[in-house]
T-cell receptor, first 117, second 110 residues
């Protein structure tokens, strides 16, 4: 149980195009979903917190118009990288938070590798 | 400022040796501390949390509020313990937001 999927697993796009990444909780409903970015050999950096039916809360320094987050249901959140540029190339990871087995826990997706040419 | 520091990027030990992965934190309040592990080509997964006070896969971690530390320990390392380990902090009333340390790569040699 508690599986989080991401689609696509990797994507290559041209500079200036937009890319959508989906994050789904497959067998549970998530109270909150989070989006992270991870650079090579570095830690996870929280980008935004996403709650179903409300606007995402972005961390300082993260452009909300650049990284659009939509949280349409308790099992799906999407991150759209608009007008992508090479510097947006990174590994994007989502997590879904749920209270299973009595404790709030974040369950992580496998990540999406984005390469912008 | 909230911060998690893992001073070692890489820790290399031999099988059977004791392991200690260091984690220090900065937080004005009572945080919840976690250790996450990422095995090769796998996703990040929770290893243990301080409030559970349990041992997972032989690993333990004790929260030391005086030293603001949450070091991860295992008395006898196994080759299958080789992975990236991340210490993380979550503050009270922050909706579960996690702040991660830089990560420590543990390499257990035969």
């Amino acid at each position: 149980g508690a599986v989080v999927s991401q689609h696509p697993s990797r994507v290559i796009c041209k500079s200036g195009t937009s890319v959508k990444i989906e994050c789904r909780s497959l067998d549970f409903q998530a109270t909150t979903m989070f989006w992270y970015r991870q650079f090579p050999k570095q830690s996870l950096m929280l980008m935004a917190t996403s709650n179903e039916g409300s606007k995402a809360t972005y961390e300082q320094g993260v452009e909300k118009d650049k990284f659009l987050i939509n949280h349409a249901s308790l099992t799906l959140s999407t991150l759209t990288v608009t007008s992508a540029h090479p510097e947006d190339s990174s590994f994007y990871i989502c997590s879904a938070r749920a209270r299973l087995s009595g404790q709030e826990t974040q369950y992580f997706g496998p990540g999406t590798r984005l390469l912008v040419l | 400022a909230q911060r998690v520091t893992q001073p070692e990027k890489l820790l290399s030990v031999f099988k059977g040796a004791p392991v200690e992965l260091k984690c220090n934190y900065s937080y004005s309040g009572s945080p919840e501390l976690f250790w996450y592990v990422q095995y090769s080509r796998q996703r990040l997964q929770l290893l243990l949390r301080h409030i559970s006070r349990e041992s997972i896969k032989g690993f333990t971690a004790d929260l030391n509020k005086g030293e603001t530390s949450f070091h991860l320990k295992k008395p006898f390392a196994q080759e299958e313990d080789s992975a990236m380990y991340y210490c993380a902090l979550s503050g009270l009333n922050q909706g579960g937001k996690l702040i991660f340390g830089q990560g420590t790569e543990l390499s257990v040699k035969p």
